[in-house]
């Protein structure tokens, strides 16, 4: 027997960066927690059966938000630290890292991570782990929601407790790789100054030869550019260290990608490579704006991230938020069409799920959250400003629910 339900409430379903159907009295009609079905209520329940469970709920229905670029072994110190990227990273964040060896806090962590994201509205992204690969099948585990996991590899600069070659265990990476789950598994470079040019290459190698999704990190910083200068004094940029190890690849999302010539917006264009746009990050960190303009210009492929813990919020709504305003303050209007479309399909796109993720198009998994109701007379563009503003922790509660395959999950 198929589990039928309809859900009627208002409804928008973003389809691109410029476009979102918007229905007031809506409905969608799920099978087995998959999407057949949506419309203005009148229309979906013609041709349907008239004895299904019908959930009637008050607020707007929308995706559950895609988030692309997070850490979720720093989600328990999330905002806690800023400053300068690279004494960040040393002083904080590889200390609070390190001690993920311990498989219960790793547990623990995981659960709490998993939760507090759906509560927030987020029912898939992609996430670095720490190098433990005990950790990373934890959080394989535990998964609630659809993630692409991997654990950061390190082998150079960085103290020996994260370095450690037997935590990391190429042979459990190899044996990810060849089960069945490895679309779950992201081949995760820390970023360039923790590997070398060939461990880099062979990197690269492997996400060809298995065509793996990979994540780092590129030009956050003009310290860690000044950095990967002197490490990697024979390549020309940043960019072309990764790109020479051919790293990068359409199923390659690349964090921040602030501080970039020409060239290199050029090079990330032809390899078809994604950008994870982390404003409250960069802001956080007190990195420079990422150019949107550049993106734009050079027509590169983005989707939106929260960046925990340098971000100090899991909420991809503060994520929107700050996206909006930062870009705002430098003269680019962003449209509610767009950063809806970021923060949901943009994502399921980046992480090869659009075919059954990102929106609420049938033939897609019925993964939703429920926003605030929009008043009578207010314009959609009213109501999502609305949603979007106030304080973090109001934007971290503002979902009023989160359904993951039609099943109620926070
Ligand atoms: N670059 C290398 N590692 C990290 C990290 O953990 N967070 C951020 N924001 N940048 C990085
Ligand atoms: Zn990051």
């Known amino acids: 027997m198929e589990n039928k339900k309809i859900f009627r409430a208002s409804i928008i379903n973003p389809r ?7 229905f007031v009295d809506g409905a969608i009609y799920t099978e087995d927690g998959i999407i057949k079905k949506i419309g203005y209520f009148s229309d979906v329940i013609k041709g349907c059966e008239n004895n299904i469970e019908t959930v009637e709920l008050d607020g707007v229905l929308m995706p559950g938000f ?21 004494t960040w990273l040393k002083e904080h964040i590889w200390p609070e890292e390190a001690s993920y060896i311990d498989t219960g806090k790793a547990g623990q962590a995981a659960e709490e991570f998993y939760a507090d994201m759906l509560r927030a509205g987020t029912v898939m992204g992609m996430s670095y782990s720490s190098p433990h690969a005990a950790a990373t099948e934890i959080a394989m585990q535990k998964m609630r929601g659809d993630w692409i996991i991997g654990n950061v590899l390190m082998a150079i600069n960085a103290p020996n407790d994260l370095t450690d070659y037997s935590l990391h265990d190429p042979i459990l990476l190899n044996e990810i790789m060849m089960r069945n789950d490895r679309h779950h598994y992201a081949l995760t470079p820390r970023f360039a ?14 996400a060809v030869q298995t065509s793996s999704f990979v994540q780092t990190h590129l030009a956050e910083s003009n310290a860690e550019i000044a950095w990967v200068k002197e490490l990697f004094p024979d390549a020309e940029s940043y960019t072309q260290v990764y790109d ?17 010539n020409d060239s290199e917006w050029q090079c990330l264009f032809a390899r078809g490579s994604w ?8 802001e956080a960190l007190g990195n420079n704006r990422m150019p949107l303009e550049k993106l734009q210009e ?8 929260t960046d925990v813990g340098a971000g100090p919020s899991h ?4 994520v929107i938020q700050r996206f909006i305003a930062i870009h705002r303050k430098a003269g680019i209007k962003i449209s509610f069409q767009e950063a809806l479309y970021r923060a949901t399909l943009a994502g399921a796109e980046a992480m090869n799920r659009d075919a059954i993720a990102g929106n ?16 009578k007379n207010q314009s959609w563009d009213g109501w999502f400003s609305e949603c979007i503003g106030g304080t973090m922790s109001e934007l971290e509660e503002r979902p009023q629910g989160t359904w993951l395959a039609s099943e109620r999950a926070a």
Not at 249 to 258: E, F, Q
Not at 298 to 304: D, E, S, V
Request: charged share 15%.
């Open 16 to 22: 691109n960066h410029a476009v979102a159907d918007c």
């Open 66 to 86: 895609a988030d692309v670029h997070l850490h979720w072994v720093q989600h328990q110190v999330r905002g806690k630290y800023s400053g300068e990227l690279l």
């Open 193 to 206: 100054p923790n590997l070398s040019t060939e461990i880099l290459s062979y990197l690269g190698m492997i």
């Open 244 to 260: 020479k190890a051919g790293l990068l690849t359409p199923k390659t999302i690349l964090g921040h990608c602030i501080e970039m």
């Open 275 to 282: 950008v994870a746009h982390c404003p409250s990050s960069n």
């Open 298 to 305: 050079y027509h590169i492929p983005y989707a939106l991230a």
């Open 315 to 318: 909420s991809m709504l503060h």
């Open 360 to 375: 609420l198009c049938p033939g897609k998994r019925a993964d939703f959250i429920l926003l605030p109701s929009k008043q």
